[in-house]
């Protein structure tokens, strides 16, 4: 075998790079890898659009299955994403004995379980490396290099936007607002930046690490996912002055014999490796049980970044069909010892508490006797000065307590009369 | 094939991890790869001595030919250390026509170029994935999940002894000596700690780096070694004072089209992600094209964790032999733009400088007008309060300056009769 063909469908940003690489690493490609990687049609709905890659007119398509339907095309690129029709494309490339590399995160952590079955069915691989942190080889790393390994936890940075959003308040004290406006000029957030915000992004990702480190698909609904958009300048302030940066995490971590899977902003110390990634960076965190803990760490977007995971995968596809080997080189297993997802009721955290109170006698008393009443110990209480006539805030670290108590004691102390907004609670995390 | 034979020749620290992981994880493993991974002989000098795992007496063996010589044997594991016999023993394996893991890091950077000659030659791989950063997968990332990259430069902190030691006196404040105590203590410094200390060990792993970033093998010789033995407490100090901390870097990076490659203590900004690396970790920070910076961290040291990237070496060999692919997988190629090595008298860096001066009206004037003549400027001064009597330090960070100029300009300014200790020069980093 002297040469690979691919077929690229989604002609956008991240197509782009993959075919400026392609192109521009062509020899070098080759003399790494003994074959030659020849990208031999490009599909996009649009083919006229300018893009920053010259290709030949022959090249384009806007009809899908002179790919799909090509039996001289070995591997489907898929970058179009969301989830339809990227999933038909997927399914027909995989259905007609082609395999597949994607970056589409939202589609796998929607029908990942069913995709990657029907892979393993037809004896075919779904190589999915960009579809995490972009260019960081964090796949790869987990599931090659740490192969031996048993999982606790995977904790990750993994929405670029989000982290560039907490970062630029941390760093010029300034509002959400305005942060993310300055991110949707520097072209870091979309025009509806939602599904990035929200957490959204996040949880898809996370629901593919999930699957990496634990070998186990958990569906969106199962994800806790709470968004940075309640996060204000004053929370993110304290917790500086208490030792803390607040992130937006994804975590799936074992508790006993027990997934936790969730997604929210997050207390962690300072001094922690995760609390030194700002801007649009991604970084993961992973706790195995060999190793110990592992952070891999870069930009978490970019065309060309996400280009050169795909780019790497389509080299490792190249190499396993050069070998003859038409199926799948490495089965991620489930991980036995994990019985079911805990629910986030019943999870235990140590928590961030801010109470906007009136500056009266008495409102600690109230406030403390209620956490008393659900079991909740208080670790530590700061009084703020006032910043609005009247109003105080309030902040307590708690100790761990499940977010069931937590969730109820709030309830009662946000209907006291002397607390005037609705407290926020931030969950720590220092596990790891 | 359903098995495949492996015969580790060094059943110290990490070998008995390997066992260990194979023991525990045969199961785990098979399932993975669909292929029984079988330790079929271990050999050590002794053979007798207590180890914390148990193996049958007849797999072992005091005579490396049992398996240099066993045509059943597919892939011989190298974990003595060491240049002889452990180079023998790995050209032997290789001429027997078998593929060979290593974490030996003195003799890939000493005899490496011809290792691997001669494993192309043979058709053979090797694999030393534990040979730089323990168990972090490191050299999977850059060679495969990097493929299609170039790189303008890699940074590490690849000695946990030394990071260590320097981690100590920055956070417990005690000097040099105590913190090296402390460490051999700890089991984490030899006994004879100068292969540490001294840098040596980080320029070995620096030179196994430079290949897989570069394509080539410099030779130690041509590394330029400083080690952490002359660094003080107070330069810890004082550089922390202006921001920065003092780490042991394993640099190798591109200047033009002239490559460089050092090992020394540096300066590097306190808001860098490799500034948070404390304690026996390590962090490689790699600088390529196409997706920008990349940190991977991890423990440098451990048992398990160096086990933990033998076995996946292990079983990347593995699945190759499955697939009948007798042959290297990946070539690493040389970066042709790069045209030689610079000099380190060639280098340009950004310089600390602490002076000990009397404390006398004109000294300033003196050490300026001498960096002057040498075309040096200053960046910032700033004259401490004298801790001994007569004595004041001096500390300058210098604009970006030629090595050269720097050491002369410092021979001229040592002779000065108001100057009493050597001057301490320590470079910055900042180009990452």
Same mark, same amino acid.
């Given at each position: 075998m002297k040469s690979i063909n691919i077929g690229l469908i989604g002609f956008g940003t991240v197509g782009s790079g993959v075919v400026k690489i392609l192109q521009e690493r062509r020899k070098l490609l080759k003399e790494k890898i003994g074959v030659e990687i020849i990208l031999k049609k490009i599909c996009d709905?649009?083919?006229?659009?300018?893009?920053?890659?010259?290709?030949?007119?022959?090249?384009?398509?806007?009809?899908?299955?002179?790919?799909?339907?090509d039996p001289g095309i070995d591997i489907v690129v898929e970058l179009i994403g969301g989830i339809r029709p990227a999933g038909e494309f997927l399914r027909k490339a995989l259905l007609k004995g082609k395999h597949v590399v994607t970056a589409n995160k939202a589609l796998l952590a929607e029908e990942g379980q069913a995709l990657f079955n029907l892979a393993r069915e037809k004896g075919r691989s779904i190589y999915f490396e960009a579809s995490v942190g972009a260019g960081i080889p964090i796949i790869k790393a987990v599931r090659e290099g740490l192969v031996a390994n048993k999982f606790q936890g995977v904790f990750g940075i993994v929405n670029g936007t989000s982290n560039y959003i907490l970062s630029l308040m941390a760093h010029q004290d300034c509002s959400f607002n305005a942060a993310l406006a300055e991110a949707k000029k520097k072209g870091y957030a979309e025009a509806n930046p939602f599904l990035d915000i929200e957490g959204i992004d996040s949880a898809h990702k996370?629901? &593919? %690490?999930?699957?990496?480190?634990?070998?186990?698909?958990?569906?969106?609904?199962? /994800?806790?996912?709470?968004? !940075?958009?309640?996060?204000?300048?004053?929370?993110?302030?304290?917790?500086?002055?208490?030792?803390?940066?607040?992130? &937006? %995490?994804?975590?799936?971590?074992?508790?006993?014999?027990?997934?936790?899977?969730? /997604?929210?902003?997050?207390? !962690?110390?300072?001094?922690?490796?995760?609390?030194?990634?700002?801007?649009?960076?991604?970084?993961?965190?992973?706790?195995?049980?060999?190793?110990?803990?592992?952070l891999f760490y870069g930009p978490g977007a970019g065309w060309l970044s996400a280009a050169s995971a795909v780019v790497a995968d389509i080299v490792d596809l190249t190499k396993d069909i050069k070998a003859g080997l038409f199926k799948p080189t490495l089965n991620i297993l489930p991980d036995t010892s994990i019985k079911g997802l805990l629910k986030i009721d019943e999870i235990e955290s140590r928590y961030y508490i801010r109470f906007m109170t009136e500056d009266k006698p008495g409102v600690l008393a109230s406030i403390s006797g209620i956490l008393g009443k659900f079991g909740i110990s208080i670790a530590s209480v700061t009084q703020k000065e006032r910043k609005k006539v009247g109003v105080v805030p309030i902040v307590m670290i708690l100790h761990e307590a499940k977010e069931k108590n937590i969730r109820q004691a709030l309830e009662q102390i946000n209907k006291l009369k002397v607390v005037k907004d609705e407290a926020v609670a931030i969950r720590i995390e220092e596990t790891f």
């Open positions: 709905k649009n083919i006229a659009a300018n893009r920053p890659v010259k290709v030949e007119k022959g090249l384009l398509t806007t009809n899908a299955d002179e790919i799909l339907d996370l629901i &593919l %690490l999930t699957y990496l480190c634990f070998g186990r698909f958990v569906s969106l609904k199962d /994800v806790f996912v709470e968004g !940075i958009s309640r996060i204000s300048l004053l929370d993110i302030d304290y917790a500086k002055e208490l030792g803390w940066q607040i992130k &937006l %995490l994804a975590i799936a971590k074992k508790s006993k014999d027990k997934l936790e899977v969730r /997604v929210h902003p997050t207390l !962690i110390p300072e001094e922690h490796p995760l609390s030194s990634i700002s801007g649009i960076n991604n970084a993961i965190y992973v706790h195995s049980d060999l190793v110990g803990s592992l």
